[in-house]
């Protein structure tokens, strides 16, 4: 017994070993060998054999560094004063250094351990045998599968009161601006309507919408539903959205841009040509096969099957202004400068830097602007957006002017600097569901 006892040590101590030993050197060959010397031989590529990451000639240029609060500095309460910002500035470097380690400790013991990929996806295919579809109450966001397939995750109810009066005050300054502020809820993945032994039982993303967008009613925020009025033309729900990931498709988001249009036309006087917007004037370049979601990449292949990717393309002429500061673009061109063609030049399922999604409009930037050259409405529309966004405001831009984009989740200036400089006619913040929930002092919700 006792031997058998010092065996069993002695086996969990060389296996301990032998995951302390793959973990220090595939760190030491990316972070020393690859990154900093710039070594990337044959050897490099043994090590990381099965780690999808950006090597050094892949010749995509890092993101620039742009310090958003000296172009659009906060003002009263929120003074941006020399000292502050430095001391705020040594703050977010140092939490920044953190937050890296942390995260690349956490990838390479998880994500990036040696056959990650089939270990995972073997638990994956048992818990498929044996039909499990649950995940524990602390597994938030939990992958979980559609009676039809589809994968998503859940969302836990939540208390949205905090972010909903940041939206009613943030109305209100839009409002002192001369400008107009309306909301428009992105649908999730899950239907109330179709997922009913989803919705209400283990996910409450479409409750807490509700919650959301009756608190807005109530104090005068003008909202729009986009899953009443896609339920309203009997869309089907889940063919919007990808079968791997939670974005919804880009002809979702062509049709989500319609739409917005089309209330900006009926209620705020716009003049937008709606039919630049006809998805009968769009040729689709697809990607058979292509495209594996952030929840199939949880799943593996061994249990999501890769799927479809498509970019959209306007049949007509096209001439736009095009401005992405963290990525050095400052251009002039058709359509297509909107889209990142390096997130489609190889197929690559666990590519972390470069999902094909990632190609509408250079994946997420703190801030872009569009002017349409062949458009002379004037008309001209800020939208604050999380991903979602990525593919619908350059589809808005083919019917308006002006077309600035913000993501609050890395635009650290002052939105509200920025609304006063630029005086857009109209503001648009549009959210998905699962924004909800880090209360009024989260990025999303920081209008200040």
Same mark, same amino acid.
Request: net charge negative; with cysteine; aromatic share 14%.
């Given at each position: ?14 296996? !301990? ?62 003074? +941006? ?42 638990? $994956? ?19 979980? /599968? ?66 959301? !967008? ?20 009997? $869309?089907?729900?889940?063919? !919007? ?109 666990? /590519? ?25 409405? +004037? ?21 308006? /002017? ?17 609304? /006063? ?28």
């Amino acid at each position: 017994m006792k031997r058998t006892k010092r065996a069993f040590k002695l086996v969990c101590v060389a296996f !301990l070993t032998l995951f302390f030993i793959a973990v220090v050197t595939r760190v030491f060959t990316l972070f020393v060998l690859q990154r900093y010397f710039g070594i990337n031989n044959q050897f490099t590529k043994i090590i990381l054999f099965d780690v999808q990451t950006e090597t050094p000639d892949s010749g995509n240029p890092a993101r620039q560094k742009v310090d958003w609060a000296s172009l659009y500095p906060f003002t009263g309460e929120d003074g +941006n004063s020399a000292e502050r910002k430095a001391k705020e500035s040594r703050v977010k470097r140092i939490i920044g250094t953190i937050k890296d380690v942390e995260s690349s400790i956490d990838s390479y013991t998880s994500d990036h351990l040696v056959g990650h990929y089939a270990l995972a996806g073997s638990a $994956r295919f048992y818990e498929r045998i044996i039909g499990w579809n649950y995940v524990a109450s602390s597994e938030y966001n939990g992958t979980v /599968r559609t009676v039809d397939g589809f994968l998503t995750w859940v969302a836990p109810k939540i208390d949205v009161r905090s972010e909903a009066a940041s939206m009613k005050a943030f109305s209100e300054f839009c409002k002192e601006c001369g400008t107009t502020l309306l909301f428009v809820a992105a649908p999730d993945k899950v239907c109330r309507h179709a997922d009913s032994d989803l919705s209400g039982v283990i996910d409450f993303s479409n409750q807490n919408a509700d919650e959301f !967008l009756s608190l807005l009613s109530a104090s005068g925020v003008e909202n729009y539903d986009l899953r009443e009025i896609l339920h309203r033309e009997g $869309r089907e729900h889940h063919q !919007l959205f990808f079968r791997t990931d939670h974005h919804w498709r880009p002809e979702t988001g062509l049709w989500a841009a319609g739409t917005i249009a089309a209330i900006l036309n009926r209620n705020h006087g716009f003049n937008i040509d709606l039919s630049r917007l006809d998805p009968a004037l769009f040729t689709s370049t697809v990607y058979p096969k292509f495209f594996l979601g952030v929840q199939g990449k949880k799943m593996t292949t061994l249990n999501a099957e890769p799927e479809d990717f498509s970019l959209l393309y306007p049949n007509y002429q096209t001439a736009f202004h095009y401005e992405v500061l963290t990525e050095g673009i400052n251009t002039d061109g058709d359509f297509s400068i909107m889209y990142d063609m390096d997130c489609v030049g190889e197929r690559n399922f666990y /590519r972390e830097d470069k999902s094909p999604y990632s190609t509408y409009a250079y994946d997420n930037q703190p801030l872009e602007r569009i002017e349409n050259k062949l458009v002379d409405n +004037n008309n001209s529309v800020l939208i604050i957006h999380d991903s979602f966004g990525n593919c619908v405001f350059p589809f808005l831009a083919l019917g308006t /002017r002006f077309v600035d984009s913000i993501d609050l989740r890395f635009f650290d200036g002052s939105i509200q600097s920025y609304i /006063r400089e630029r005086r857009p006619d109209v503001v648009i913040v549009t959210y998905n569901a699962h924004i909800l929930g880090y209360g009024e002092n989260s990025r999303p919700f920081a209008f200040r």
